[in-house]
């Protein structure tokens, strides 16, 4: 790991007035979820347009549903690592306003981050399709015990969809606007384990830049967009960022 990384991105965390972090799959995969687009991910087992698109959900939900009960017991037995930890501290030293994640799995929250905003919505909870009746997981996973792979409201037998964005499904544009706002307002971001393949979310890291802000860019392997970032940490987010908090507590002198 490259210590000089690590200094210089604590001394941006310093100068800068407000910090944003953007935040992909990458961050969890040392969660033990792994992500998707990489060697063996889902979308090389599934095709995302027959497993993860809205349109194949309104008429085969039950392939959705095929592809989320491999998933889920990893979501649901997934802790947040070292990585979510250091952005839970960061925002407690006042130096992290917010995380835009483009994960649906709660680790930010279960880390202690106060203020996430989840581009992608979450699976902790569902809808019915036709009445538009709210669920939680416990009632989706027990409306889906009966060897009925998708669960369906008793009332109406409506498909339930959790609230994740699946592909051509639009983003809440309450979420996007109010991320777009925070992009703009910071004048760092911390984009981790994003491959920056995924629009709207891709297309964050132009608002803080366009009002001169920095980037700094965490994953393993370089990124599409790494010639608009002012710094590339390469390494696992878990090992990378808690160094990076650290640093940066040395020098404000509270370590
Ligand atoms: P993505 O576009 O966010 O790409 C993941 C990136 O993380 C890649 O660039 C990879 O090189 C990097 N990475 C992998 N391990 C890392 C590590 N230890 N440290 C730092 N970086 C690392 O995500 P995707 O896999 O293309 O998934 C697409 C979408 O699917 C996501 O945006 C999300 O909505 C959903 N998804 C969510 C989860 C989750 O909630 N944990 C997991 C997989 C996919």
Redesign the pocket.
Known sequence: MNEDCIQKAAQMILEASQVVALT???????SG??????PG???TRYDPLLYGSYESFLSHPERFWEMAKELNPT?ENAYPNAAHYALAELEELGKCKAVIT????D?HQRAGSSLVLEL?GTHRTGHCMICHRLFTLDEMHELSHNNEIVPRHLEDGGAIKPDVVLFGEPLSALMLSKSAELAASSDLMLI???????YP?AGLPAYTKRRNGKLII????P?YDEDEADLVCY????EVLPQVVEGYKRLVGII
């Open positions: 992909g799959a990458g961050i969890s995969v040392e979820i792994p992500d998707f687009r990489s991910g889902l979308w979501l483009q994960n649906i799995d680790l992608h981790i384990g994003c491959s920056l393949e995924v979310a965490f994953n393993i392997v990124t390494g696992n987010a878990g």
